[in-house]
């Protein structure tokens, strides 16, 4: 079974663009989540969508958006970029999205904002 | 009332020997501990997970102990090898929430 895949796998942008994130979950996985990571605020989770609906966000600014298809893939949006949102931006599934179950991560897309 | 505060930082240990990572946590509806371990590169991949309602959990080489009245749990990791250099995160979730809150990290280094 093919593992998460995140696409692209690096992305360079300037201040004040946009940029959209891929996310293919495990084939069956109806849960995604996306989780920012920086070496300076770890691991933070962003949003969960589960068949087509968000179910969780969490505290990052409106900038950031997501939504999710109908086969479960997921993007991630960002919206006028600042250089602080320089990260590895990591996607996650899971079967239902239940706590307790585990949560598969991709390789991540590293954004490189100047 | 959501942080997972992780200690240490970074842990240098020899082969064969037992590191150890605790994390401690404040929010009493935390009910889901996984640990995760990320190399270089890679997103980070569930190494073992345990419920408040068990002590202690051995997966192979990793154990979890978990003190649910101190609110602490630690990852131990026996006959270390340097192939487990890596960074070790502990995460803690709610059955309302499902979202991860992770620890901030040990880089382990297993020297040969």
């Known amino acids: 079974k093919a593992g998460v895949t995140q696409t692209p796998r690096y992305l360079i942008k300037t201040r004040g663009q946009q940029v959209t994130l891929s996310c293919s979950p495990i084939?069956?996985?109806?849960?995604v989540s996306w989780y920012q990571q920086t070496p300076g605020q770890g691991l933070q989770f962003l949003f969960e969508y589960f068949s087509e609906t968000q179910r969780n966000k969490g505290n990052f600014p409106g900038r950031f958006s997501g939504r999710q298809f109908s086969n479960s893939r997921s993007e991630m949006n960002v919206s006028t970029l600042e250089l602080g949102d320089s990260a590895l931006y990591l996607c996650a599934s899971s079967l239902g999205g239940t706590t307790g179950e585990t949560q598969y991560f991709g390789p991540g897309t590293r954004l490189l904002v100047l | 009332q959501q942080q997972v505060k992780q200690s240490p930082q970074s842990l240098i240990v020899q082969k064969g020997g037992i590191p150890i990572i605790n994390c401690a946590y404040e929010n009493t509806a935390f009910d889901y501990f996984p640990w995760y371990q990320q190399f270089p590169g890679k997103g980070p991949a569930l190494l073992i997970a345990?419920?408040?309602?068990?002590s202690e959990k051995k997966e192979g080489r990793f154990t979890i102990s978990f003190n649910k009245s101190a609110k602490q749990f630690s990852l131990h990791i026996m006959d270390s090898q340097p192939g487990d250099s890596a960074t070790y995160f502990c995460a803690a979730s709610d059955t309302g929430r499902r979202a991860l809150t992770f620890g901030s990290g040990t880089r382990l280094q297993v020297q040969p």
């Open positions: 084939s069956g996985h109806r849960s």
């Open positions: 345990i419920r408040p309602d068990v």
